[in-house]
C-alpha cells in the first residue's frame, strides 16, 4: 500500500527556478528509498515537498492520504508529528543537552519531561550515546551528532524517516554506523526516504530513485540494475 | 493537565530566559517601569485631589455681606428683600442667615486665626447671607446668577455681594481637564510600553530563530513556540508595573511630610495616599496585559520571518 504519492508534482521556486518538474511516483509503506542524483538534482526538494516545508507548483503529493496542499499553518505542525527529520546539519540546538535534543518531539507533542526523558534515553542507547546524554552536542563529533540527530527522528516513533544527506561530512566508519542504524530502523517496518549522492550505499535500498536536474531520470528496484 | 502542564513548561521557559539575560530583563523592567510612573503619579494625585475637588460646593453659592451698621432685626427682615429679587428673576433659592456672632465663632474654630481674632478685641465681621440656586449650575445660566447678584447688590444695606462657586467650578474644570490629559498622556505611555516589549521581545525571537525554526520542524505549534514569549512579555509588564507602584509609593513618601505642613496652613488634614488595592491590581493587570500584547504581535512577526 502506497504512502506516498506523487502525481505529476512540479516546484518552482519564486526567482522562476524549476526545483522539480513532472515527478510521479508511488512509495510504499516500510519501503526503504535512495533519492541518488548529483547536487542541485532535487532531492533536498523533494524531501521537503513530504515534510511540508515546501508546497507543490503543480501536481498532487499525497502523504499518508494528506493532499499536502491542504495542509496549512495550524494543521502542518500535527501531521509532521508521523515523520522523523535527518537533516544534513544535524540541526541541535547548542544550548540544550543531547538528551534534551532528543526529547524535544515529544515535549512539542505534549508528552511530560519525565516520560520524554525516558523515551530520549532508550532512543539514545539505540544509536550507541547512552553515555553522553548529558553533553552540549559541540562536545561531540560529527558522527555521534548525526547519531544525535537519528534518535531525534525516531524517539516518537515515526511513520517515515526522511533524511537528507546523513553520511555528507562524516568518515567511512561513521557513515556505515550511521546507515546501518537506518538500515535497522527499515527493517523495523519504518518507511526510510534518503537523500544521498554515495553511490557506496545504494545497495542496501528497495529502490533507487534517480534525479537529474529536477526530473526522475530512472528507477531502480532490489531486483534490477539503476538505469533508465 | 496537558494543557496546564504546556503552560507550567512554557512560564518555566520564560523564567529561563530573564535567567539567561538577566541584566537586559532588568534594564528593560526600569525602562518601561519609568514609563508608567508619570502617569501613574498623575492618576495617584487626581484620584486624591478628586474628593476633595468633589466635596467643595460647586452649587453656584452668593455670599451676600451687609453692612456693619445694619441693625439685627433690619438684618434678618431683608430675607424678604433678597427672596423678592431672586423671584423676579425666576430664580429659586434658599437663603441661610450667618449672624456676625456666628461667624466670628466658625472663624476662630476653623481657620487657624483664633489667636489674631482674639487680639482685634470687637468683631469685625457683618452679617450675612449665603443665597444658594435651587438645582445647581445646569438649572439656571452663569449669567442669570450674575444679574441676581447685581440685583442683590443694590439693594439697601447690602455692602458686597461675592459669587463663592466660580473658583470651585474652575477647580473642577482643571481636575477634569488635567485627567483627561492624563488620560491621553497614559495612552501615549502604554504605546510606548507596547513598543518597548515589542522590541524586547523581537530581539529575543530573533535571536531563537533557529530554536523556533527546528521546534516547527519537529512539530511544534505556533501557540508552542509563541507561548514563553507571551509569559516573558506579561513577566515584563507584571514586573514594570511593581517597579511603578514601588517609585510612586516611595515618591509620595517623600512628598507628604511637605504637602501636610502645607494643607495644614489651610486648615486642612489633607495627605496624599497611594492608589488603594484595586487599583493597584487594576494597573498590574493593565501592565501584564499591555505586556502580553506587545510580546503577542511580536512573535507574530518573528513566526512569519523565520517561515
Known amino acids: ?228 | 493537565m496537558n494543557w496546564l502542564r504546556e503552560h507550567w513548561r512554557a512560564l518555566l521557559s520564560a523564567f529561563a530566559r530573564v535567567r539567561a539575560t538577566p541584566g537586559g530583563f532588568v534594564f528593560n523592567v526600569l525602562v518601561i517601569g519609568l514609563a508608567l510612573v508619570l502617569p501613574l503619579t498623575g492618576l495617584t494625585v487626581l484620584d486624591n485631589l478628586r474628593p476633595v475637588a468633589r466635596d467643595l460646593a460647586v452649587e453656584p453659592e452668593l455670599s451676600i455681606f451687609l453692612s456693619t451698621e445694619v441693625a439685627r432685626a433690619r438684618a434678618q427682615a431683608m430675607e424678604a428683600d433678597l427672596r423678592q429679587q431672586a423671584k423676579k428673576l425666576s430664580i429659586p433659592v434658599t437663603l441661610e442667615f450667618i449672624d456676625r456672632d456666628q461667624a466670628l465663632t466658625s472663624m476662630k474654630t476653623h481657620s487657624g486665626l483664633h489667636d489674631v481674632v482674639t487680639a482685634l478685641g470687637s468683631n469685625p465681621l457683618p452679617d450675612a447671607y449665603v443665597v444658594r440656586v435651587v438645582g445647581g449650575a445646569d438649572a439656571v445660566s452663569p449669567t442669570r446668577i450674575t444679574q441676581l447678584a447685581d440685583a442683590l447688590s443694590r439693594i439697601d444695606g447690602v455692602e458686597s455681594v461675592q459669587l463663592d462657586s466660580v473658583w470651585v467650578k474652575r477647580l473642577a474644570a482643571l481636575v477634569d481637564l488635567a485627567s483627561l490629559s492624563l488620560w491621553l498622556l497614559a495612552s501615549t505611555l502604554c504605546g510606548v510600553v507596547l513598543a518597548v516589549v515589542f522590541n524586547t521581545i523581537r530581539l529575543q525571537a530573533y535571536t531563537q530563530l533557529e530554536e523556533i525554526s527546528v521546534m516547527r520542524l519537529l512539530g511544534a505549534t505556533d501557540a508552542y513556540v509563541s507561548r514563553p514569549f507571551y509569559y516573558l512579555g506579561a513577566l515584563l509588564g507584571l514586573s514594570a508595573g511593581v517597579v511603578a507602584l514601588l517609585l510612586v509609593a516611595a515618591g509620595l513618601a517623600a512628598t507628604n511630610q511637605s504637602v501636610a505642613v502645607l494643607a495644614k496652613l489651610y486648615g486642612s488634614q489633607f495627605s496624599l495616599s497611594p492608589l488603594d488595592v484595586k487599583s493597584c491590581a487594576l494597573l498590574l493587570l493593565v501592565s501584564v496585559t499591555l505586556g502580553a500584547i506587545g510580546a503577542g504581535l511580536s512573535v507574530r512577526r518573528a513566526l512569519r520571518a523565520g517561515d
Open chain 1, 1 to 228: 500500500m502506497s504512502i506516498i504519492s506523487f502525481s505529476h508534482v512540479a516546484k518552482q521556486y519564486s526567482a522562476g527556478v524549476s526545483a522539480l518538474s513532472d515527478v510521479s511516483m508511488e512509495i510504499a509503506e516500510g519501503e526503504l528509498v535512495y533519492l541518488a542524483g548529483p547536487s542541485g538534482a532535487g532531492k533536498s526538494t523533494l524531501l521537503k515537498l513530504i515534510a511540508g516545508i515546501e508546497r507543490p507548483s503543480a501536481g498532487l503529493l499525497l502523504v499518508s492520504g494528506q493532499d499536502m496542499r491542504k495542509l496549512n499553518r495550524t494543521t502542518l505542525p500535527y501531521w509532521r508529528r508521523m515523520l522523523g527529520l535527518i537533516l544534513q546539519q544535524h540541526r541541535l540546538l547548542n544550548d540544550r543537552s543531547v538528551l534534551q535534543n532528543v526529547m524535544l518531539p515529544l515535549l512539542v507533542s505534549g508528552a511530560s519531561i519525565k516520560e520524554a526523558a525516558q523515551r530520549a534515553r532508550v532512543a539514545l542507547d539505540r544509536v550507541d550515546l547512552g553515555n553522553k546524554a548529558d553533553l552540549l552536542p559541540q562536545a561531540l563529533s560529527g558522527g555521534e551528532q548525526q547519531r544525535v540527530s537519528i534518535a531525534r527522528a525516531i524517539v516518537h516513533k515515526p511513520r517515515i524517516i526522511l533524511a537528507d544527506e546523513p553520511t555528507a561530512n562524516l568518515d567511512r566508519d561513521s557513515g556505515k554506523r550511521v546507515m546501518d542504524m537506518l538500515q535497522a530502523f527499515h527493517t523495523a517496518g519504518v518507511t526510510c526516504i534518503i537523500a544521498t549522492h554515495d553511490e557506496r550505499l545504494l545497495h542496501n535500498a528497495d529502490r533507487v530513485v534517480l534525479l537529474e536536474h529536477g526530473r526522475v531520470i530512472a528507477m531502480h528496484d532490489a531486483a534490477s540494475e539503476v538505469g533508465a
